[in-house]
């Protein structure tokens, strides 16, 4: 089956998520060898998946074409952050939207004592799709309606690590996680095959030291660990972003 009739057969049936399902059962049993869970927190990927399923219907929480790889190409992605920071407890997500990496994390740290994961959302339907994930899947965050700009105010407390999935180029990112890892958080930010050309731009507003992980889910994709932020110009502005 091609992708475009792999679509076309999700439209037919959008409206049932449990036909589906099962059409996702050799890209899950990938993805979970690739980043392996309990079998509590295999349960809770599953109640979000469907529930994303279901709301896919009426609101865009993932691109179409991904959905035949949803579990290798969003959560197995996201799940493998845990892996770089196994001792953080307390996640700040940076534009959630579908809930990738935010709400597969918070899925995943649901049994562990002190966990909690900010989801910061602009857009309403997206922060209610993110509320009710969290709802369903009974794993610990919060979720803030605002711009990413602002969210820093929202949250409370410390985090360990700030993330950030295909939201803004890398130098803007830097710049919204900047305050947040000066108060110790690591940052975290998944990209793509052009990340070189996106660190070459962050390092003319940024002084930073990146570490590169690969991705373990193939293709292009790589992890950037952030430890230290400091603006070259600290009165200079990064397209809206106070360096």
């Known amino acids: 089956m091609t992708i475009s009739e792999w ?129 369903v899947t009974n794993s610990p965050g919060t979720v803030h309606l605002t711009d990413i700009g602002d969210s820093v105010d929202r949250i409370t407390g410390l985090v360990d690590c700030v993330t950030a999935r295909a939201v803004a180029p890398l130098h803007q990112l830097i710049g919204f996680a900047a305050p947040l890892v000066r108060q110790g958080a690591k940052a975290l930010f998944l990209k793509g095959q052009d990340v070189e050309a996106e660190l070459t731009e962050a390092t003319k507003y940024w002084n930073i030291k990146p570490h590169l992980h690969s991705s373990r889910t193939g293709g292009h994709g790589w992890i950037v660990e952030l430890d230290h932020i400091e603006p070259r110009n600290p009165s200079a502005t990064v397209h809206g972003t106070r360096a």
């Open 7 to 135: 679509a076309e057969s999700i439209r037919a049936v959008a409206t049932t998520p449990k036909q589906i399902s099962p059409m996702l059962a050799s890209d899950k049993a990938a993805a979970l060898a690739l980043t392996p869970v309990s079998r509590e927190t295999e349960a809770r990927l599953d109640r979000y998946v469907d529930l994303l399923l279901e709301w896919q219907a009426k609101t865009n929480l993932v691109a179409l074409s991904t959905l035949p790889n949803l579990w290798t190409r969003h959560i197995s992605d996201s799940l493998q952050l845990l892996a770089i920071a196994p001792t953080a407890k307390r996640w700040a997500d940076l534009g959630s939207g579908g809930g990738f990496p935010g709400v597969v994390l918070a899925c995943a740290l649901a049994v562990t004592s002190g966990a909690t994961v900010h989801l910061v959302e602009r857009n309403a339907k997206k922060a209610a799709f993110l509320r009710e994930a969290l709802r």
